[in-house]
């Protein structure tokens, strides 16, 4: 904090760059300290911050489920494909038939 700073002004500022009250994360189960691409099929911790420390919220099966649980995705999170159509003839005069 600057001399000249007024303390509402550096207040703002701390509370700009703490991390926000109900952030999610995930830790691996059983693999402290390993990196999340390599055991993929352990389990994860999701846990929720709640201004002082991360509290439990759920326990995700695998990688995969934990990622949907962090980002809202719901089911299974594969988009379905628009079905097939094959494409159409361009139309016009200049177009032979």
């Given at each position: 904090?600057?001399?000249?700073?007024?303390?509402?002004?550096?207040?703002?500022?701390?509370?700009?760059?703490?991390?926000?009250?109900?952030?999610?994360?995930?830790?691996?189960?059983?693999?402290?300290?390993?990196?999340?691409?390599?055991?993929?099929?352990?389990?994860?911790?999701?846990?929720?911050?709640?201004?002082?420390q991360?509290?439990?919220?759920?326990?995700?099966?695998?990688?995969?489920a934990?990622?949907?649980?962090?980002?809202g995705?719901?089911?299974?999170?594969?988009?379905?494909?628009?079905?097939?159509?094959?494409?159409?003839?361009?139309?016009?005069?200049?177009?032979?038939?």
């Open positions: 904090m600057d001399e000249d700073e007024p303390l509402e002004q550096w207040a703002a500022r701390r509370d700009a760059r703490r991390r926000p009250v109900g952030a999610l994360k995930a830790v691996t189960i059983g693999h402290e300290g390993a990196s999340a691409h390599l055991h993929q099929d352990a389990p994860r911790l999701i846990s929720r911050w709640d201004g002082y991360w509290m439990p919220e759920t326990v995700a099966p695998d990688y995969a934990a990622q949907r649980f962090l980002h995705v719901e089911g299974d999170g594969v988009i379905p494909m628009p079905s097939a159509q094959p494409p159409k003839k361009p139309t016009g005069k200049h177009r032979k038939p």
